[in-house]
């Protein structure tokens, strides 16, 4: 299991903005709460990147049950979380 600092998460997205999706993907935003934005990217024949951001000081549950759409069995993975994040990757 990873744990991250700061440092980390920079590397990790950075090389991440190094992505086809994320140079030349569409983009589609979404306002989920007052502090909470999330984004996707997304190109034909390559992954959807999904980015949730919270810019506010407080901890925030956000509904993603119904944007972005999914096919059915699809699942969302998580690639570079906060260090505040209660998830980590293993």
Not at 20 to 33: A, H, N
Not at 62 to 67: E, R
Request: glycine share 4%.
């Amino acid at each position: 299991m990873q744990y991250y600092n700061h440092y980390t998460v920079y590397k990790r997205l950075a090389k991440f903005r190094k992505t086809r999706t994320v140079q030349r993907g569409s983009f589609d935003g979404k306002e989920l709460s007052q502090w909470v934005y999330a984004f996707t990217r997304s190109l034909p024949s390559a992954e959807t990147y999904l980015v949730v951001m919270n810019v506010g000081s407080e901890y925030e549950d956000v509904d993603l049950s119904n944007w972005p759409p999914l096919e059915k069995d699809e699942m969302w993975q998580v690639h570079t979380p906060s260090i505040n994040a209660l998830c980590l990757i293993g």
